[in-house]
Every structure is written in structure tokens, then in C-alpha cells.
């Protein structure tokens, strides 16, 4: 009987008895996955190309996703009492939320949007001051259409309102196995690292709780059945009608509620505090509860200090554009972290490395080290061809790859330690500039007429001003949650990487329909990223006829991010009870002006309510906190969105983004 028993997964179904069944449940959710992408791509062309009402798949979790999971968890009761139906176990639910989000994800702006933009751009945007023309043609075939004919209807809409599928067929199947690559290769480093996380270090996977809260996985009240969620969401709720009345009938900002408090200062030093606004946006407020005070302390204050850094430097008399970089720092900040995360995962490495050559070592292991570690090398290698056969010189090709496959790693620690709900939670485009900034243009454009390699550089800067390496968050997320809903790590891994091709296939589809029927440039939405794809290349150009030198300030900005992270984390290693947190300056640093404001509220009432009510209050608090956000995704995404897309007129005057 006991064998029985523990022969039953997660689906409630045996497996000595029902292994067909079984095959047949999961080969049902993988097509309700598709299906449920699919019918999202329609509300995503509509929602965020044509109209552009909310960038729905900017947000953590994906609102397509958590369309999908409130859908499902809803209709369960009635599922189970069709005849000869039996209703989804949480793990079934789980496999289809975690694809419809992946999935979506790749629909999204920092995605193939950006790719799009970038691989079309220099045929169609070319001016006498930067004729970035000239070098479209290195961009090879297999990676764009080779005509400019294609290109100027991508952006003024072909004459019959067709898309050429015949020219777009090759670079749609390249670029989607490009993203299978980088995406598994990112997904085995994110196995690797899984069990030192979860089991060792215990990290607490903020963002996890939202889908179990949903499904009543955490014990307790499931999170719509408790009566203080619904005054989360009710607040968020009436917070966002009243800005979509202030927007719509008073001319009011669009976006969430935000304050510029160094609007009236221009006293001097006092004005380099400038710009400090305070976005007080719902969701970071809501799933920010989750994660630890240490840690949102250390947000905020790291954000302060930059605004400390910029006044000292002022009052030096360094008055330097862009000083202090917290971007440049927090680059810094973000690879000397993943050269720590990865010597205290250098036993793992180890072992796996070992199990290549000896089987019979891994064949306990709880995940397949030993093939996580081939796919992260017949990865790297393969992703390193790829940039190098692109036409890019290897030592350039080898340095950006090291470096987007380690922010990539960090930001998915970043999720599993913080739950930091946001995609842009790094030094944007800064992997891309460290290296401009470090070799200076003259070291990276060769003095020859063979700008090929600089030009595919430029090509696949997309991937550090886009987010398609955050992908690691929803994977390491998808881990745990495959061990607490009882999903093995087959199924997920299959789960997460043929969400990434569908979705990235969907995308294509779904973007260049509208595209070419109307024309880029005509829609709401426009195609986004296309200015930054122009900068890019014109940048190209202007280093093959005037290069500059390495940026010695921002070289020593980097190398001072870096330096501090690593002081911060000896310091807490050393002095017990430090009260700040490495990870809270690399987010200061990558993306603090949005995080502070929110970080700061929520430490406010964590540490009012930890104080004055113990653990007790905190906990009956977290549903009102985590309704906050999810009412805010309701609201302003799901219902507001979804009117904007349908209905156009008054309710495409206030747009809410959640990047």
C-alpha cells in the first residue's frame, strides 16, 4: 500500500497504472498551453502594437500568464464535475501558467519586438549625417531580409497588406533557435545552481507565493477566499480608477502615481539630486512585502547614496554628465556578483564536471547536473559559433557572451532571493557599453572598410537594452515550482523551452501581421526599440571615421561598483548583523530609480508591523499586500488594457506600463 502511495505524482494519477494516462494529461496541457498563447497573441497585438494600451507582458508575473492561472483555478471546480473529466492537480496548472508566461514573454517589447526593430532599422533609417545603409549589407541573410523593399513595408505597409513569409521564413526559424539556445543554456546554469539555492541556502522565492497563494498550496485560506485580499484589491482598484478619471476627463499624467521631488531645487550643489521621483506603483508595493527588510532597506538607501555620490562629486567640483553612473556601477556591482555566485557554486560545478566521466556519481543527484553542465557547454560553444559565424571577431564575440550569460545568472539569483517583480532589474544596455567603455571605439571598429564585426555588435546590442537574458527568473522560479507542486524536472525543463519557441515563433507572427497591413510607423505601438537600433549603428559609423578612446570615468565608476559590492559582502561575512545588503546596492544601480520609492514604503510598514505585531500581523497582512498587486494587474492591465485594445478612443489616454 505505502508503495502505492508513493507512486502517485503530482497529478494524483499512478504510476504503475496510468502511464498512458498520464502521457496523454500532460500532452493536454502542453496543447492548452499553445492555445491559451495563441488566443494571448491577439490581446498582446491588439493591446500593445496597435493600440498600445499597457505593456502587459512587461510585468512579473506576465498578465497573459496570470490570465491563464486565475482562468484555470476558476473553472477547476467546474471541470471536476464534468463526467469522465478529471480536474487539474495544482502541478498541471502550474505546467500551463509557467508556459503562457514564458510564452508571452517573448511577445514582449525587450524581446522580438527589439529584434525586429534592430534587424530592420539600418535599411530603412538612413540619413546624409548617418547613412547606416552602408552597413546593412554585413547583416547576413539568414538573420534578415536582404532587400530593402521588405524592410520600407515592414514600416509603410506592403501594397497588398501581405507578409512576405517567403524572406522572413529563414531568420524566424534562425532567431527562434538562437533563443532556444541562449534560453537552455541559461536554464542549465539555472539547474546548476537550483539545489545550493533551494536546499542550502533556502533562498525564499518571493514571487512563488503568488501562484501557490492562488491555488491554496501555502496552507491556510487560498488567497481569493480570504476577505483582506479583497481590501488590497479594492484599494488598487480605486487608486487606479481615480487616475484613469484624472487622466481621461482632467488631462492628468498617464502611468501610475508617481511624485518629482527635486522638481523645485536648482540651488547649487542641490541639483544634481535631480531627477528623483517616487513611483508609487501598486505591484512592487504588493510583492515587495515579500521580500526581507534587510533588503528593501538597502534599496532605498543605495539609491540615496548615489544621489550622496553625485552632490559630493559636484561639490569636488566633478560635474561629469551622467555622474555618478549608477548604471556603469551597477555593471560592476552586477559581474563581480556573478563571480561570486559562482565560486560558492564551484563544489557543484565540480561534482558535475566529475559525473561526466564517472555516470555512477550523479545517479543520486535530485537534478541531472551532469547534463546540465554538458547543455551549458555545448550551449556556450554553440552561442559563441553563432556570433562568430554572425560575423563578429571571436575575443569580442567570447567577452559579450561571458558577460550577458552573467547577468543573466545574477538576475535570476536576484528573483529567487528578492522576487524583484520587475524585467528591467539590470544595468540596461550597460553589457553592451562596458565594453565600448573599456576598449574605447578605436579598440572595437577595425581602420579597415570591414565593418562586419562591429556591425553584428551592434546587431545583438538588443540583448542588453532588451530582457530576453531575465528569462533566467522565470526559470529558476519554475524549478521551485515544479518541487513544491511535485512536477518533475523533465516536465518543466520541456515546459519552459518549448514555451520559449512557440512563443518566439507566436511573436513573429504576430508582429509582423500588423506590420505589414498597416505599417509600422502608423501604429500606437509603433515598432519599438527602432530609435535605439539607429543609435547603435549610426554609433558604428561614427567610430570608423572618428574613434574614441576608452571613457576613463566610466571605467572607474564600473571598477567602484564592483569594488563595493565586494566590500559589502566581505562585510557581511565578517561582521554579523551588517545591516546592508550587496544585492540591494546592484539593484540601486540597475534600475533603483523605480525600485526606491516602493522600497521604501513597504520597509516602512514591514518594520511598523514586525515591530508593533510580531510575525502574527505580518502574515495576516500578506494577502491584503499581495491583493494590492494583483488588483493592480486586474485593473490596470486585464480590464483597462483589455478596453483600451477594444475600444480605443478615451481609454488610450492613460496607459499604464509596468517595466
Not at 17 to 32: A, D, G, K
Not at 213 to 221: H, I
Not at 323 to 341: D, N, R, S, T
Not at 580 to 595: D, E
Request: net charge positive; glycine share 12%.
Amino acid at each position: 500500500m505505502q508503495e502505492h502511495i508513493n507512486n502517485v505524482d503530482a497529478s494524483g494519477i499512478s504510476d504503475v497504472q496510468s502511464r498512458p494516462n498520464r502521457r496523454v494529461r500532460i500532452l493536454t496541457m502542453l496543447v492548452l498551453g499553445i492555445a491559451l498563447t495563441w488566443v494571448a497573441g491577439y490581446w498582446i497585438r491588439q493591446g500593445e502594437i496597435i493600440a498600445l494600451s499597457a505593456q502587459m507582458t512587461e510585468a512579473v508575473p506576465s498578465i497573459p500568464g496570470l490570465a491563464a492561472l486565475l482562468l484555470l483555478a476558476a473553472l477547476n471546480p467546474l471541470i471536476r464535475r464534468l463526467p469522465y473529466v478529471r480536474d487539474l492537480s495544482h502541478g498541471e496548472i502550474i505546467l500551463v501558467y509557467l508556459f503562457v508566461t514564458v510564452g508571452t514573454f517573448m511577445f514582449a517589447c525587450g524581446v522580438t519586438r527589439f529584434l525586429i526593430a534592430t534587424v530592420s532599422a539600418p535599411w530603412y533609417y538612413t540619413t546624409p549625417t548617418a547613412p547606416i545603409d552602408e552597413i546593412a549589407p554585413f547583416i547576413p541573410g539568414w538573420l534578415s531580409p536582404s532587400e530593402g523593399i521588405y524592410h520600407k513595408w515592414l514600416y509603410e505597409a506592403s501594397p497588398t497588406g501581405e507578409v512576405p513569409w517567403e524572406v522572413w521564413r529563414i531568420p524566424i526559424a534562425v532567431w527562434s533557435g538562437f533563443f532556444l539556445l541562449f534560453g537552455g543554456t541559461l536554464l542549465c546554469l539555472m539547474v546548476l545552481f537550483s539545489e545550493q539555492w533551494i536546499e542550502h541556502e533556502r533562498l525564499v522565492f518571493p514571487l512563488v507565493r503568488l501562484p501557490l497563494q492562488v491555488l491554496g498550496d501555502e496552507g491556510g485560506v487560498p488567497l481569493f477566499k480570504n476577505p483582506i485580499t479583497w481590501i488590497g484589491v479594492g484599494l488598487a482598484a480605486t487608486l487606479n480608477i481615480f487616475l484613469m478619471v484624472r487622466a481621461v476627463y482632467f488631462g492628468g499624467p498617464q502611468g501610475t502615481l508617481n511624485f518629482d521631488l527635486a522638481s523645485g531645487i536648482t540651488d547649487y550643489p542641490w541639483r544634481y539630486l535631480r531627477p528623483m521621483t517616487i513611483d508609487l506603483r501598486p505591484d512592487l508595493i504588493g510583492l515587495g512585502y515579500l521580500i526581507s527588510t534587510e533588503l528593501s532597506f538597502s534599496i532605498w538607501f543605495f539609491y540615496l547614496f548615489q544621489k550622496a555620490q553625485a552632490i559630493i562629486m559636484a561639490m569636488s567640483g566633478y560635474r561629469l554628465g551622467g555622474m555618478p553612473f549608477p548604471q556603469e556601477q551597477g555593471i560592476g556591482a552586477y559581474l563581480v556578483m556573478g563571480v561570486v555566485l559562482l565560486w560558492k557554486g564551484r563544489q557543484v560545478f565540480r561534482h558535475a564536471w566529475g559525473a561526466i566521466f564517472h555516470p555512477e556519481r550523479g545517479k543520486n543527484d535530485r537534478f541531472p547536473y551532469r547534463l546540465a553542465l554538458i547543455g551549458l557547454i555545448v550551449g556556450t560553444i554553440g552561442l559563441l559559433l553563432f556570433f562568430i559565424f554572425a560575423g563578429m571577431v571571436p575575443w569580442l564575440a567570447a567577452l559579450y557572451l561571458v558577460i550577458l550569460l552573467m547577468v543573466g545568472m545574477v538576475y535570476g539569483r536576484l528573483r529567487a532571493e528578492t522576487g524583484v517583480p520587475i524585467l528591467w532589474a539590470f544595468p540596461y544596455g550597460q553589457q553592451h557599453k562596458v565594453l565600448w567603455n573599456f576598449f574605447g571605439q578605436e579598440g572595437i571598429v577595425p581602420r579597415t572598410a570591414d565593418l562586419r564585426s562591429p556591425t553584428i555588435f551592434a546587431m545583438l546590442g538588443f540583448l542588453s537594452r532588451g530582457f530576453f537574458p531575465t528569462v533566467s527568473g522565470y526559470q529558476i522560479e519554475g524549478l521551485h515550482l515544479g518541487e513544491r507542486t511535485g512536477v518533475s524536472w523533465q516536465k518543466m525543463v520541456a515546459t519552459l523551452l518549448i514555451a520559449i519557441v512557440v512563443g518566439s515563433v507566436f511573436s513573429f507572427i504576430f508582429h509582423l501581421q500588423p506590420y505589414y497591413q498597416e505599417g509600422g510607423v502608423g501604429l500606437r505601438g509603433g515598432i519599438w526599440g527602432d530609435r535605439t537600433a539607429q543609435q547603435e549603428y549610426a554609433q558604428v559609423l561614427r567610430a570608423a571615421d572618428m574613434p574614441a578612446p576608452p571613457d576613463t570615468p566610466r571605467i572607474i565608476a564600473t571598477l567602484t561598483g564592483g569594488g563595493l559590492v565586494a566590500a559589502i559582502s566581505a562585510a557581511r561575512n565578517y561582521w554579523f548583523g551588517f545591516p546592508l545588503h550587496p544585492i540591494g546596492y546592484v539593484l540601486a544601480g540597475a534600475f533603483g530609480h523605480k525600485l526606491w520609492g516602493p522600497f521604501l514604503v513597504v520597509w516602512i510598514c514591514k518594520t511598523v508591523l514586525l515591530r508593533y505585531g510580531g510575525s502574527g500581523s505580518y502574515l495576516r497582512a500578506l494577502p491584503g499586500f499581495l491583493g494590492f498587486a494583483v488588483g493592480h494587474f486586474i485593473t490596470a492591465g486585464l480590464i483597462w488594457g483589455s478596453l483600451g485594445a477594444a475600444l480605443g478612443g478615451p481609454f488610450l489616454r492613460w496607459g499604464v506600463w509596468f517595466g
